[in-house]
């Protein structure tokens, strides 16, 4: 039976004391799971070396093989061990690392093909938060780190989140506090040097990566069919959601959620209305901007599919780059249809 349908293990949520980070990254060289925090999503790290370890973490999400996971390392010199690394790679590297970025490359033998879904590539990031790069630091080895959630499902951004979604599956859960970003990271395809191209947006836009780079970076929606191996996460038609119906607008409006045949559905504005209208309407940000509204985005769609709503009514981010791409790109995904 897999951990989906045995959720019987003992969870335990650590403060990032000294004593327990010892313990955790002591537990990740045996080959155990730790969910960790960090500047984007909570993960569900393991070593990313270890088919055992890998294999386990699919398993606690339910996460097909075909979808690959991101290696998390932390320092620069590990690069060259896991991936076949170019001039824009390094360059990027160095501008944005440790950061939200990761990056794509043709894989090295000692990766996993397990980890890769199979192909020849792996995907590569270097966390900026404390916690894990402690961990990272005092394991000494590189951690795989999937969303720590069931898959499929909104994104953790707080250790709570991931106790709702995994507990019983997993035994650690590493409390770093929220998320400073809130939405993944972005995602960006090297293997090809001459056409870089965004797979996945984040909170690092193209903008930003084509002034590193020195030329134009594509960037264009992308989607994978479920079983058909993904060069990068994040990018199935259905992700990231609620199991309340989403329905997405460019513009909502006021007096659409003060309807009295709406009072079951809820309605979230990227800014506050000027005039709050009932016990339905939420909002990411009283100023509408898009730093705070990523950051609470996936939290107010848990608490959202916890509340009996008949639907959820989401705005879209207006905007061509980063954090509002990201946004978009989440929420079309989430209102994908079943």
């Not at 996460?63 to 990027?92: C, F, G, K, M, Y």
């Not at 898959?151 to 953790?156: A, E, H, K, L, T």
């Not at 989140?161 to 035994?171: P, Q, S």
Request: hydrophobic share 45%; proline share 8%.
């Amino acid at each position: 039976m897999t951990a989906r349908s045995r959720p019987d293990l003992q969870t335990r949520t650590f403060r990032g004391t000294p004593r327990n980070l010892s313990r955790l990254s002591q537990a990740l060289t045996r080959g155990e799971l730790v969910a960790v925090p960090t500047e984007t999503v909570y993960g569900l790290a393991g070593d990313a070396l270890d088919v055992r370890a890998c294999r386990a973490i699919f398993r606690a999400k339910g996460r097909p093989t075909s979808d690959p996971l991101i290696v998390h390392i932390h320092h620069l010199r590990q690069l060259d061990e896991l991936a076949v690394v170019n001039e824009a790679a390094l360059a990027l590297a160095k501008a944005f690392w440790p950061g939200p970025l990761t990056i794509i490359l043709p894989k090295q033998p000692i990766v996993p093909d397990l980890a890769t879904a199979g192909l020849p590539s792996v995907a590569i990031r270097m966390p900026r938060h404390p916690l894990f790069r402690a961990l990272l630091r005092q394991s000494g080895r590189p951690l795989a780190a999937p969303s720590a959630n069931p898959f499929g499902y909104v994104s953790p951004t707080s250790a709570a989140h991931v106790r709702a979604g995994l507990g019983g599956r997993i035994r650690y859960i590493l409390d770093g506090g929220p998320c400073r970003i809130g939405l993944e990271s972005t995602i960006i395809d090297l293997r090809d040097p001459a056409r870089p191209e965004i797979l996945r947006p984040g909170a690092i836009g193209h903008a930003e990566l084509a002034r590193v780079l020195k030329r134009p970076v594509q960037e264009r929606q992308r989607t994978v069919s479920a079983g058909h191996a993904a060069v990068a996460p994040g990018l199935l038609t259905r992700h990231y959601s609620p199991r309340t119906p989403v329905v997405l607008h460019e513009r909502l409006e006021s007096a659409l959620a003060a309807d009295a045949e709406m009072a079951a559905e809820a309605f979230v504005f990227l800014a506050r209305p000027a005039k709050r209208t009932g016990p339905n309407v939420f909002w990411l940000d009283d100023r509408g901007r898009l730093a705070p509204a990523a950051r609470r985005l996936f939290d107010l769609l848990q608490r959202l599919d916890t509340g009996k709503w008949r639907r959820i009514h989401m705005e879209l981010a207006s905007g061509e780059d980063g954090l509002a791409v990201a946004i978009n790109d989440r929420l079309r995904r989430a209102a994908a249809k079943r």
